[in-house]
Structure formats: structure tokens, C-alpha cells
């Protein structure tokens, strides 16, 4: 089993910056991938970005430039710095790693708002 908790949301003035926090725990070892989802009201939830088995990083379209994962290994988290924010980006950030099935955090909510 697998735990991830997220931390770091909360609400934010458009152009302003939040970084994320998801530090796994349980039985990591031998993730194959780990990353950052939203799901916006009455929208599906989508990828925003994630290490890929291989270590390498995909991100949305809509992100990318703008938004960054990284990873500390030695503490088990995974980081999503997130810059530029705009109204579009407000939405329940999921933390997801993938080892045999599919593991989510609770979800931290991002509001971007003036």
C-alpha cells in the first residue's frame, strides 16, 4: 500500500505563485510513476504533470512553462512549483503514484482569484 498526503494549496491572487507538497509513504518502494492531477468543478480530472517510469516529466499543455514538478527522493515528495497562476488553474490538486494500480491522495484545493 501506498499513502500520499498533499499540502500547500490554498488561494492566491492571479500572476501569484503556490508550490505543492506530496510526501508518500507506506510501501514505496518500486513506484513506476508519480505526478499531479486537478479536477475543476464540473470538469473531468486531468494530468498536469508527472515523472514517468523512466524519470523523465510530461505536463499539460496548458502548464507547461509555467508550472514545474521536482522530487526529493530522500524525503519521499514529489513538488509541483506553480507560477503565473490564472483563474483557469483553480481546481482540487490529486497527488497520484502508480505501482501496480493506482494510488491518490486526498486532494488540496488551488484558488486562483482576485
Known amino acids: 500500500q501506498v499513502q500520499l498526503v498533499e499540502s500547500g494549496g490554498g488561494l492566491v491572487q492571479p500572476g501569484g505563485s503556490l508550490r505543492l507538497s506530496c510526501v508518500a509513504s507506506?510501501?514505496?518502494?518500486?513506484?513506476?510513476?508519480m505526478g499531479w492531477y486537478r479536477q475543476a468543478p464540473g470538469k473531468q480530472r486531468e494530468l498536469v504533470a508527472r515523472f514517468t517510469s523512466t524519470g523523465s516529466t510530461n505536463y499539460a499543455d496548458s502548464v507547461r512553462g509555467r508550472f514545474t514538478i521536482s522530487r526529493d527522493s530522500a524525503k519521499n515528495t514529489v513538488y509541483l512549483q506553480m507560477n503565473s497562476l490564472r483563474p483557469e488553474d483553480t481546481a482540487v490538486y490529486y497527488c497520484?503514484?502508480?505501482?501496480?494500480?493506482?494510488?491518490w491522495g486526498q486532494g488540496t484545493q488551488v484558488t486562483v482569484s482576485s
Open positions: 497520484n503514484a502508480v505501482k501496480f494500480r493506482e494510488y
Open positions: 507506506g510501501t514505496i518502494f518500486s513506484i513506476n510513476a
